[in-house]
């Protein structure tokens, strides 16, 4: 459940993610993990973003909640079964039970993240796609 209490999300052995409005009662969005298992996900602090961890190389990927829309994978080794923001939202921590790897990454803050996200939206040249990248700290 979103700290807000507007959204949930259910997990599948299929790679789906599926997120309900809590409030309006309905399926709002379906995501497809680049994993075969989805094995957890977590809100981020503004229910705004949903981040899954799955099994499989690109083990992580944020997500816009409200329509499903991909907006960031990053890498990862091995599978992910734990996930958690920090509290401003700026830093993603990921981590397996099994064998203990652990992975951080900070992201730019939203307001970087939505700035780059209306100058995509407002980019209609052809082939104007640009390259999001993440460093480990």
Known sequence: VSPDGRWTSIRSRQGETVVYDAV??????VVQAAGQQVFSSTFSPDSRRLATGASGRETLQLWQAETGR??????????????QFAEDGNT???????????????????????AAEAKDAASSAPGGVERAESRKP
């Open 24 to 29: 309006a009662m309905e399926r709002s969005s």
């Open 70 to 83: 991909e907006l960031l994978t990053l890498p990862g080794t091995g599978s992910v079964f734990f996930l």
């Open 92 to 114: 993603l921590l990921a981590g397996s039970f099994f064998g203990g790897s652990w992975q951080m990454w900070r992201a730019p803050s939203w307001e970087v993240i939505q």
